[in-house]
């Protein structure tokens, strides 16, 4: 099968659907993979870049369309695009359906099944095909980069001799993936970072990523089976404004991440909002492109408002590193649908059907939804333990060694009746040497394992002496082979107490 790569018609748009890295990835998996001519330069991708990793280069987006079974893009197809494509072809690329129904209807007159990556549900399986996250990841982190280059000062505290320098405070709205790359990227950059997200299953996140988490006081939960966010409440949404107005007061930079797919952005930072920030503060919405989280976002654009806030609407879009992640999300979907050997579209697989907006010359969306994060149910169990406590822990153990201490007496009793007095003397020591001794050892604690080997191998080196001192020179004496069977116990056990400890120590070592 055929993989073609067409050159992006949209200047603006610095992405190509594949790199050299991931075109031997496609190589591997049995496609012959045919690139554009100079589709990669806006990426840092040079022709000679993709010849050298198995691409064939076409010198016109006629012989690309004319040749492909599969068309890998990045932005969905211009009109021009779609009358090159021919029936049965299928294309990989953004689509936005909901947003472009009539561009759903040319694709299924043309015949081509077209797989909206935009559209992949949101489930396990798919988490290496999702392109919105891969995309997010970088944005987030582009977001804290570039609202730090804008806000001109340290984002880090800092005493030094030429005096003190406060961190910079940073609020990120939205907590999904691109939210979660500007908190990580903000408190590894030494900013005091606080969130916020509409959805309380994701307060541990927060906080485990060392920011602080906003609550309002109404208690409903923004969170939906389809893993986005919903409309909240009209007392919600209230809420929300008047905490966003407190907090921008003493925030440096906020930086919104909220959409819900298939409509405009929510608009959560008003005029009002930025009326009261600091001159110098910085605004960086990530939902410019759909109608912007600020009122006074403009799309492609960075703007200064009237009191000194800096409201970034367009942010770079790393395209080598972007390419290279869109490029391995493609080559996942590939290797799910059974690579060229057993390429398939199964409109039964959870994944492909939902993504897959035309099929066989028909439309297939709106997909079935996929509930991937369902809600928790509060229902109250009664838990019962069964767990025994420490005083029957105590109570059983003491049961116990009064037992072994009666046993032991019977013997020793029993013993005596038979055995010189001499022999009894010394075998009694024995015995409840051995006894003491276990009683010891068996009820330390792991933690005293190290030191009490330090102990064992000392009294250790005492037998191993003693051995010495009774080993005769006739080996068939009983008192020369006691010895002897000492010293080898006693020096296996000094040398494995030496070993468990170096390995324990090693343990600590970097």
Not at 436 to 462: E, F, K, R, Y
């Amino acid at each position: 099968m055929k993989v073609c790569i067409p050159a992006e018609i949209n200047t603006k748009e610095l992405r190509v659907a594949a790199t050299p890295k991931t075109v031997l990835r496609l190589k591997k998996q049995g496609f012959d993979v045919f690139v554009e001519k100079d589709a990669g330069l806006r990426s840092n991708f040079s022709n000679a870049d993709f010849k050298e990793s198995g691409a064939s280069i076409l010198d016109s987006a006629k012989e690309i369309y004319k040749t492909a079974d599969i068309i890998l893009k990045v932005l969905a197809p211009s009109e021009a695009e779609i009358e090159m494509m021919h029936k049965g072809q299928v294309m990989l690329s953004y689509l936005w359906p909901a947003q472009h129904p009539d561009l759903l209807e040319k694709l299924s007159k043309k015949g081509v099944n077209a797989i909206a990556m935009d559209a992949i549900p949101r489930i396990s399986r798919a988490q290496k095909m999702d392109v919105l996250s891969s995309m997010a990841n970088i944005a987030g982190y582009r977001s804290v980069i570039e609202s730090a280059n804008y806000f001109g000062r340290f984002l880090n505290g800092q005493i030094t001799a030429a005096g003190k320098v406060d961190p910079a405070k940073v609020l990120v709205i939205g907590a999904g993936v691109a939210g979660l790359a500007a908190i990580g990227t903000a408190n590894s950059l030494g900013a005091i970072v606080r969130a916020f997200d509409t959805r309380m299953e994701v307060e541990e996140q927060i906080q485990s990523m060392g920011a602080q988490f906003l609550k309002v006081e109404i208690e409903e939960d923004g969170a939906t089976d389809s893993g986005y966010s919903k409309v909240m409440s009209k007392e919600f949404i209230e809420a929300e404004m008047a905490l966003f107005k407190e907090q921008a007061k003493e925030i440096d930079i906020i930086i919104t991440t909220a959409q819900i797919p298939g409509r405009k952005a929510p608009t959560l930072i008003l005029k009002e909002h930025v009326a009261v920030m600091k001159p110098g503060s910085v605004i960086v919405d990530l939902a410019a492109s759909t109608g912007g989280n600020c009122e006074l976002t403009q799309d492609d654009k960075v703007i200064t408002t009237d009191n000194g806030v800096i409201i970034v609407g367009k942010l770079s879009q790393l395209p080598a590193q972007a390419s290279q992640l869109y490029g391995n999300n493609l080559c996942h979907l590939l290797d799910d649908m059974g690579k060229a050997e057993n390429f398939k579209i199964d409109m039964e697989d959870d994944i492909v059907s939902r993504a897959m907006v035309t099929y066989d010359g028909a439309i297939n969306w709106p997909a079935k939804p996929l509930p991937v994060s369902p809600q928790k149910k509060n229902v109250e169990v009664e838990e019962v333990d069964d767990s025994p406590t420490p005083e029957d822990i105590a109570k059983k153990k003491a049961k116990s060694t009064l037992f072994s201490l009666i046993g032991i007496g019977i013997f020793l009793l029993l013993l005596g009746k038979v055995a010189p007095s001499d022999f009894m003397q010394h075998f009694t020591v024995f015995v409840l040497s051995i006894f003491i001794g276990w009683q010891v050892i068996w009820n330390v604690s792991h933690a005293l394992h190290t030191p009490l080997m330090a102990v064992t191998n000392a009294i250790s080196g005492i037998i191993v002496i003693g051995g010495l001192l009774q080993v005769q020179t006739h080996m068939s004496n009983p008192m020369t082979i006691i010895a002897f069977v000492a010293i080898l116990v006693a020096s296996i056990n000094i040398v494995g107490g030496f070993f468990v400890t170096h390995r324990m120590l090693k343990m600590f070592k970097k």
